[in-house]
């Protein structure tokens, strides 16, 4: 069986890795495609600075479902990478440990075909007969006779491009994308006045990086909000008591086959009663000045790290809890509680947040909100904000407000993603992303239907996978996808 992964970062390398512990996997014909750049470690975790540190501890990930200390045990014995202290590691280490994988089995086997071009095109064939196979074809360089043919596809194309929501993308000065941070400051002279769009996970790597790099400070991160992330505190781990499938079925059979999000938001209040979770409190507790608010998550690591393992435990159940709601009723969990979910979930390690306190100390980095328009004149950004007169102007602009979500949102870096659009092989879902089966992340299309054998997994599936794409929730769906290609292949065999 020919098989093809579309994109070698976290959700490829664990569809190989997972491809690779069956029996029948020498039986597969497996290309793998990406950029040379990004073979085997993908955007998030590319070689790039080591001031940039994974949020979550180097103990709490892996590719092995299985051992979640996988990750930490493979740095220990490596001898190419050592830091002084091992709890955050660098995110380019991760990189590498997934690299190793993928090297790993390219030696191994020669069933493995490693295609360094990112796909541009894929199209889709299948006869008249009643019982015909799709077959799926993928292009590299947009000419139909070097296209490759494949009975099972993985689309793990990774994140969209980033957000533009000031139409600064290709003005002088504008840095669309802050990663590789060590190459964000190239064109970049010491006498620059540097702006950071941005205030959440992306523009804290590009701080840590700046306000070591350049001299002419003090940097400004601005937004909207002017909300920066929450610190992480000791999350111990967590059982749902509420938040049950055996209580959703039971919902659904006398509510018309959803749950009600008051229903749901009532067990999740259960939930926090049950742990003891002043809700009101955490969820209120920010003052607006960055400083203070750090300070506060620092000094509260107890509580807060249980309300933040909640919130990541109804992560890990998100497929079912989402999927269970109505479309109206996810608008309005979008509007009302996710920006909570978002502000307490993914937090920034400790030692971030008692780096960015004395930065801001120091006068060497201002955190700003109510950013409202942004335009150019005469090579340099004015910034102009909401309810005043006064702006700011600045020399360069680095992009930092995360990866887009809509297909209708999508430009030229998202070619692929908009080709397959085209073709009507995917679809938009009208909460992001494109339209997949939930529990098997089979692809819908709105020309063929359910797509059996096209998976996609990763950020392009958000709008079913809400808050779902964390490197421990990829490596879980990547083990149904491959549990289900194989129960295919049994069948065919």
Known sequence: MRVAIIGMGTAGVSILRQLEQHPYFKELDIDVYDNAKNMGQGVPFQNDSSQLLINLPSKDMSLNSKDQEEFYRWYQQQNDFKFENATYLPRFVFGHYMKSYLDK???????????????????????????????????????QEACRQYDYVFLTVGTMAYHDPYQLKGLKGFIKSPYPTYETLNTVEDTDDIAVIGTGLSSLDVIRYVVKHHPNLPLTAVSRRGDLPSVRGEMPEITLKYLTKENF?????????????????????????DLNIPLQQLINRKVGDPIKDLKHDLAHPEILGVFQSLLET??????????????????????RYMPILKANSNPMPPRTARLLIEEIEAGHLLIKKDLEKVVQENDTFVFKYKDSNETEQYNVVINATGPRTQLK?????????????????????????????????????????TLPHLIAIGQITNGINQARNGVNMIVRQSVQAVNSLYEFHSENR
């Open 105 to 143: 089995f390219n030696d191994m086997y020669d069933n493995i075909h490693i295609i360094t071009e990112k796909a541009t095109e894929m199209y889709l064939e299948k006869g008249f007969e009643k019982d015909a196979h799709i077959q799926y074809f993928i292009c590299t360089n947009h000419e």
């Open 314 to 335: 109804i992560k890990e159940n998100m497929n079912w809890i989402w999927n269970s709601l109505s479309i109206e009723d996810q608008r309005e969990f979008m509007k």
């Open 249 to 273: 079925n039971q919902i659904i059979k006398s509510h018309f086959g959803v749950v009600p999000l008051e229903t749901a938001i009532h067990l999740f209040k259960q939930e926090c009663e």
């Open 409 to 449: 949102d999508l430009d030229e870096d998202d070619g692929f993603l908009i080709d397959i659009a085209n073709r009507q092989i995917v679809q938009a879902h009208p909460m992001g992303g494109i339209q997949i089966v939930p529990e098997t992340n089979q692809v819908i299309s709105p020309r063929y239907g």
